[in-house]
């Protein structure tokens, strides 16, 4: 197959412009999303309302940000009737000054909780599930966003009004009060890929913020590598889930 039979969108994901290519069975599958999710919000506009609310999960690297990104765009290249939006997680990251002065214990070392920015602790989740409830009851709400050029939630905001919203974030399928945020939620994707590939992209991702290449893998083996068997370790199955092999992004599984 050729690269001409392939569609590129080119995406802003937290500041960095990245270039999404997907081969006709791919975008098959975000067709599919499309419709789906369109079916949900027909049928949430019968009963009276509220916005409909699709959660993005996966490791960290898998690609949810992307894929939540491409849904929309295409979405809007269709012109479809209701409108798509995606909001991330990351803009709850509690700021940096924060983690800054923030500590916890691990390996016997005191340690700032910004050494291991992205773990379930440095995130605000009861932010996230406030800013989600007045979302879905209509309230007007303008929602975080994180930087990745500079470390750091952003000082603009993203002022919420799509029809159907793609919440995509690493630890929305935890227990807890990740659980408690499912509850306001239609439905549930999960996106994942091989060990190889995640790790060849997060090692990228943060050479591509500013680290080096020692830095980066260092990073990788203290918190992003635990990450993601935290991810799988911890994560209820979602409704619907993405694997990519091979370079290609297949069904895994579907339970609606």
Request: glycine content about 8%; some cysteine.
């Amino acid at each position: 197959m050729s690269a001409r039979d392939e569609r590129i969108y080119v995406l802003d994901v937290n500041g960095f412009q990245v270039d999404a290519s997907y081969k006709p069975s791919e975008e098959a599958l975000i067709d599919w999303t499309i419709d789906h999710l369109m079916s949900l919000r027909q049928k949430k506009a019968q009963d009276g309302g509220e916005k409909t609310i699709a959660f993005f999960s996966g490791p960290p690297g898998a690609g949810k940000s992307t894929l939540a990104l491409s849904v929309c765009k295409r979405a809007e290249e269709r012109k479809t009737a209701y409108s798509f939006e995606c909001l991330g997680l990351d803009g709850f990251h509690k700021r940096r000054d924060v983690l800054l002065n923030a500590y916890t214990e691990k390996d016997g070392r005191r340690i700032s909780l910004n050494d291991i920015k992205g773990v379930p602790e440095t995130f605000d989740a009861e932010a996230f599930c406030k800013s989600l409830s007045s979302v879905k009851t209509g309230k007007s709400v303008l929602w975080p966003v994180y930087d990745r050029r500079v470390h750091d939630v952003s000082d603009e905001m993203q002022k919420v009004s799509g029809d159907i919203l793609l919440i995509e974030g690493n630890w929305l399928m935890l227990g807890g009060i990740w659980a408690k945020a499912r509850e306001m939620c239609d439905i549930t994707f999960s996106i994942d890929a091989d060990d190889i590939l995640l790790k060849e992209r997060l090692i990228a991702r943060k050479v591509r913020g500013g680290k080096t290449m020692e830095e980066a893998i260092d990073w990788f083996k203290r918190v992003d590598g635990l990450n993601i068997r935290l991810y799988r370790k911890e994560s209820a199955p979602s409704d619907v889930g993405f694997v990519r092999k091979n370079g290609i992004l297949l069904l895994s599984h579907k339970k609606i």
